[in-house]
């Protein structure tokens, strides 16, 4: 029997939570769906996500086992890559070069504020 249904939230490490919340909220157009003082973490538990989207990050602090500015694996989905690189561009995103090859769909990578390393892919 499967117990696991879905990926519901994956923590990306940040070092500081609040300059977080700015880029992925405002950068990026999440909602912030959770932000409550969590001690045990050192900082907040703070979960936002694109709208609409099942799955979230949650934004900790970063620590020695979890050092912010890696590479997250992470991939989010866009209807049109092409504007989306256009428009984070625009925001000031840090944002590599927009990528296409034939028979893959078009994607790049971009970077928090931390240099977590994020990916955006058409489809």
Known sequence: ???????????????????????????????????APLPQLGGRWIVVAPPGSAAALALVPAGDETPAGGDTGIRFATSDATAAHAALTERGVPVDDLLSWPGVPPMFTFHDPDGNVLYLVEG
């Open 1 to 35: 029997m499967n117990h696991i249904t879905a990926v519901s939230t994956v923590a990306v490490p940040v070092t500081d939570q609040d300059r977080a919340v700015a880029f992925y909220v405002d950068a990026l157009g999440f909602d912030l769906q959770m932000d």
